[in-house]
């Protein structure tokens, strides 16, 4: 027994033991204490795991997908670490551990499933070493922090090259995630989506990734799903999306998605998700992915993706007098899309809430709201009632939808978030969408669950 | 018709750059002023004379070495144009792209297109945040707020800058100055975006284009309400107001 791991650990558990008494949701720091008291935490604990750790990273989708690779791990009945919360940078993976671990340091556990924010990658694989690397795809995110994706690619890639063992699963459809089976030395399986009724050929709104990563020249599109994810090739070089191992077929999109996966060595399986949103399907894709590299069974896997309830602001459903009330965490442009995009799936009368922070986890920046396209809201404003915006930066949103073409009287700020959930609430029929960026998720949930009490169900 | 020019918006699209050109449309569009917007990229055919109103907006530094060579072939006719009273905006990577050069870390002069007299050279450190600029537009004292993230600085020659720095860096994070102004030719790192919150400066730049035809009875006031709360929500946290 290591005398700083113990002291580490306990003065870890001491801290997410105040903060919960205080009803904070401390969920890093813990780790921050940890990682200090002791400065081999992290190497310590995950080095007991007996089966492997799975590390997954991108800019959409990891906690869903780490959740998804959880649940299916333990439906195949293996005691699973995973970083439920979100907390994905060092100290946050080192908390997950903590939790887990008894007091003397040790762990009972045969997978680890780690989700990692991208700038991260290299400080958390030089403390722990990953079997399988998931990558989910890349947008700019957050762009006072992440300033150029192509920086991020090139961090991470070093990184994996210093390591140089591990499976890469990889997002076929994505030139920017798939060119890692090139870059690296990894094996890499790859995951994708095959065309379907609502591919599109041709995407104006393509941000990222209209270059070749290897040879400079325009990429062609044969179709996109969404953003820069699509069936490509280069027009200079070989560079082309990979044949994938698991690949989605005849997908379908209404108020939940069905597909058939078709994989290499095995009969092909439907899938049916009870979610919007074809990313969704992505994350499923990646979890089928690698629980198939893992040798688990299919009929093992399906069960645990079936299982899957969304976690805190992924399309969160609740029920309010009748009226439907979903809840969604918003961090970037193409996510925001996607979830607006969800608001057109029916013909029901809308009430919209949003809110903006700009706090360090929310970024800074809030100009990325200029890159989303409201103008669809503006557009389609007959079928919403009332837009009202909140968070630290409340009035910038309601000068996005004012110029994104609603009409003024359709928007109110009102800062006090408590009463904002209420006024959305308001009104017995249609249907309550509730935008919100990290730092407001929380508070914006436990506002939502304290009103459950008072005639909210959760559906 | 009010023709705008957005340039390269395939490549010089960083931080929601856009917002600027739907600012400027929405503002002339509530007026009934008829404006249209061509998207012009490498390679395009683009007569400056055609236009009413540039946007030259920021890119990553791979996206701003592939429009240099084009915009080179065009400099003497964009030189033209603005000494004849072009309007134009121009943020970060495209304000640097005016300047005479651009310095980098290793020591190379990357030359720009030399049309206004001032140059940039690589910092030590990324200039980030929120900023507060004081200008003057058309004998107004007009504080604008934005979203400042460069990581070169700018050092004026004999031009003058768009405005004193009240809050946050500026071109350089040391002289006080921010962005810079030449004619009717408007240079800035903010972005955040610039226009949208900042009404008077759009309806400035609109009116600088219809005095140009001849037509400022059009500029009509229009309402700003939520334009100015977003504005006093930052100036408030940086302590301005
Ligand atoms: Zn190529």
Not at chain 1, 395 to 423: C, F, H, S, T, W
Not at chain 2, 52 to 75: K, P, Y
Not at chain 2, 108 to 130: C, K, M, Q, S
Request: glycine share 12%; hydrophobic share 40%.
């Amino acid at each position: 027994m290591k005398i700083g791991l113990f002291f580490a650990i306990m003065a870890g558990r001491l801290v997410a033991f105040a903060s919960r008494v205080s009803g904070r949701k401390g969920s890093s720091l813990p780790g921050v204490i940890a990682g200090k008291i002791y400065y081999r935490c992290l190497r310590d604990l995950a080095g007991q795991v007996r089966e492997g750790i799975i590390l997954v990273t991108g800019t959409n989708g990891k906690t869903t997908t780490n959740n998804m690779i959880a649940g299916i791990l333990e439906k195949a009945r293996f005691k699973v670490v995973a970083n439920f919360e979100g907390a994905n940078m060092v100290s946050g993976v080192t908390t997950s551990f903590i939790k887990k671990a008894g007091l003397f340091g040790k762990i009972d556990c045969d997978y680890a499933v780690i989700e990692v924010d991208e700038a991260s990658v290299p400080r958390v694989m030089k403390e722990l070493k990953p079997e399988v690397i998931v990558i989910t795809n890349f947008f700019r995110d957050q762009l006072d922090r992440y300033w150029e994706i192509e920086k991020i690619v090139g961090v991470i890639r070093d990184s994996l090259n210093k390591y140089g063992y591990a499976t890469l699963v990889l997002n076929a459809d994505d030139p920017l995630v798939a060119q890692f089976g090139q870059i690296t030395r990894l094996p890499a399986v790859f995951y994708g989506i095959g065309r379907h009724e609502q591919t599109t050929d041709t995407n104006t709104r393509i941000r990222e990734a209209k270059f070749c990563p290897f040879c400079g020249a325009a990429l062609a599109y044969d179709f996109f799903h969404y953003g820069q994810l699509g069936n490509y090739r280069c027009t200079g070089c070989s560079f082309k999306r990979p044949e994938p191992g698991v690949e989605a077929m005849g997908t379908a999109v209404s108020d939940r998605i069905t597909c058939r996966i078709v994989y290499a060595n095995g009969p092909e399986v439907p899938l049916t998700m009870q979610t919007m949103g074809i990313y969704n399907l992505y994350n499923a894709l990646a979890a089928f992915a690698t629980g198939l590299h893992l040798g688990i069974d299919t009929g093992i896997i399906l069960n645990g993706l079936n299982s899957y309830q969304p976690v805190t602001g992924r399309m969160e459903k609740f029920v309010h007098q009748g009226k439907q009330v979903f809840l969604i965490l918003v961090k970037n442009p193409t996510g925001f899309n996607e979830g607006l995009s969800a608001l057109f799936l029916n013909r029901e009368k809308k009430d919209v809430f949003i809110a903006i922070n700009d706090n360090d986890a929310d970024g800074k920046d809030v100009s990325w709201l200029w890159d989303v396209d409201f103008e669809i809201v503006g557009n389609g404003h007959e079928s919403f009632r009332r837009f009202i915006c909140t968070g630290r930066r409340g009035e910038e949103m309601a000068v996005r939808l004012k110029y994104a073409g609603v009409p003024r009287d359709k928007i109110a700020v009102n800062p006090d978030l408590k009463q904002a959930v209420r006024k959305v609430l308001e009104g017995g029929n249609g249907q309550s969408y509730l935008f919100s960026t990290y730092t407001a998720l929380w508070e914006v949930h436990g506002i939502l669950k304290t009103m459950v009490a008072g005639g909210i169900k959760h559906d | 018709m009010i023709k705008i020019c957005h340039l390269y918006p395939d490549l010089l699209n960083l931080y929601g750059d856009r917002g600027n050109i739907i600012a400027f449309q929405q503002r002339c569009r509530w007026r009934n002023i008829p404006v249209e917007v061509h998207e012009v990229g490498i390679g395009d055919v683009l007569y400056f004379d055609h236009f009413d109103f540039l946007f030259l907006g920021g890119g990553s530094d791979r996206e701003q070495n592939l429009i240099v060579a084009d915009l080179m072939q065009r400099r003497n006719e964009l030189k033209e144009a603005i000494e004849k009273g072009l309007v134009l905006l121009a943020i970060c990577g495209g304000y640097q792209l005016l300047g005479k050069y651009y310095l980098t870390r290793e020591g190379e002069n990357i030359p720009g297109l030399g049309i206004l007299d001032f140059y940039t050279r690589a910092g030590d450190r990324r200039l980030v945040g929120n900023v507060a600029v004081e200008t003057n537009l058309g004998g107004e004292t007009v504080i604008l707020t934005g979203f400042e993230n460069h990581s070169g600085q700018t050092y004026l020659g004999s031009i003058q800058p768009l405005g004193k720095v009240r809050s946050g860096n500026g071109n350089n994070g040391e002289d006080g100055w921010e962005g810079a102004r030449y004619k009717n030719v408007f240079c800035s790192y903010l972005h955040g975006p610039l226009l949208p919150k900042n009404a008077r400066l759009t309806d400035h730049l609109i009116f600088l284009v219809l005095k140009r035809r001849n037509r400022q009875e059009l500029l009509k006031p229009l309402d700003n309400t939520f334009e100015d709360r977003a504005c006093r929500v930052m100036l408030g946290r940086m302590g301005l107001v």
